[in-house]
């Protein structure tokens, strides 16, 4: 798997906002893919988010 230079700021962005804002974080883990198609990032990208998503369920 490969992420794109591009995707990884946004990544950060998404992992770092879920971890300080609550309302952010549960409707990330309640629906992350209609979250994540707000977002301009590869599906490589949002796989990273889903497996770090998975490890909190």
Request: hydrophobic letters at 45%; zero cysteines.
């Amino acid at each position: 798997m490969e992420i794109r230079n591009a995707d990884v700021k946004i990544v950060s962005d998404i992992l770092l906002r879920a971890a300080s804002e609550p309302n952010f974080r549960r409707l990330l883990l309640s629906e992350p893919t209609k979250v994540l198609a707000d977002y301009d990032i590869s599906s490589e990208a949002k796989s990273i988010i889903r497996n770090v998503i998975d490890g909190f369920r």
